[in-house]
């Protein structure tokens, strides 16, 4: 942190000297809050057009791919050709969608890193070779690097993959990579591999807050 002379940290509030979206750490030290995948894809991007253009490119690139992701699942659901591009303009025209993806958010990542997985590892249930429950384990890992809440995919990704071991190893194998680099990142930036820039979210998550949820959601969603 920079501080003001006369004002140093450690004699004021941790937060008079952190910017938005960073908090503080072993003063007067301070990290990202943000996890570490989206700024990767949008440096990604930069080292191929600059950054005038690289991060908004990322991120259109992004939004253009989910739609047609959630076409393709749909398709692979078993959902007609109509009901498939009615889920994708539902998704494409939805107003949090579209703010998200002109916006340098990782909720619009989330959903299409996570829908990408799930494909994969549903493709590779039927059929044989590595290469596509590998490239779920990478993908997979990619967006718990955007959104580390996204690990919660592992659910409906165990239920694409089916019970072959090879299949969860080469899932596995595939994630190692990003597993690896998240727990280091979290060591270095908040001192353990299981901990993350987000803090008191227990709070925020209650099985009192389910009903109230659910209603808010059956109000607006029509």
């Known amino acids: 942190q920079r501080s003001i ?18 908090r503080p750490v072993r003063l007067p030290g301070m990290s990202p809050t943000y996890p570490t ?12 057009t600059g950054w005038d253009t690289g991060p908004a490119l990322v991120l259109e690139i992004q939004s253009l791919l989910g739609v047609a992701l959630v076409y393709t699942l749909g398709r692979q659901s078993g ?9 994708a303009a539902m998704l494409g ?35 044989e ?16 690097l955007v959104r580390p809440s996204d690990f919660l995919a592992i659910v409906p990704l165990a ?22 680099f998240l727990a280091l990142f979290d060591k270095a930036a908040y ?10 979210v227990a709070d925020l998550i209650r099985g009192a807050y389910a009903g109230p949820t659910l209603i808010h959601y059956a109000h607006w969603f029509p």
């Open 5 to 22: 002379p006369g004002l140093p940290p450690d004699t004021a509030s941790p937060f008079t000297y952190v910017p938005l979206g960073f």
């Open 37 to 48: 995948g989206l700024p990767l894809l949008l440096a990604g991007g930069s080292l191929l």
């Open 79 to 87: 959902l007609e050709r109509g009901w498939a591009l009615l889920g």
């Open 93 to 127: 025209f939805g107003p949090l969608y579209l703010f998200s993806s002109f916006q340098i958010m990782s909720d619009m990542p989330a959903l299409v890193w996570t829908t990408m997985a799930i494909l994969l590892a549903w493709s590779a249930r039927s059929h």
């Open 129 to 144: 070779g590595i290469l596509r429950p590998l490239g779920a384990g990478v993908v997979f890992a990619m967006s718990v």
């Open 159 to 180: 239920i694409a993959l089916g019970f072959s071991w090879r299949k969860w190893i080469a899932f596995g194998a595939g994630g190692v990579p990003g597993t690896v």
């Open 191 to 200: 001192g353990s591999a299981l901990a993350s820039g987000y803090q008191g």
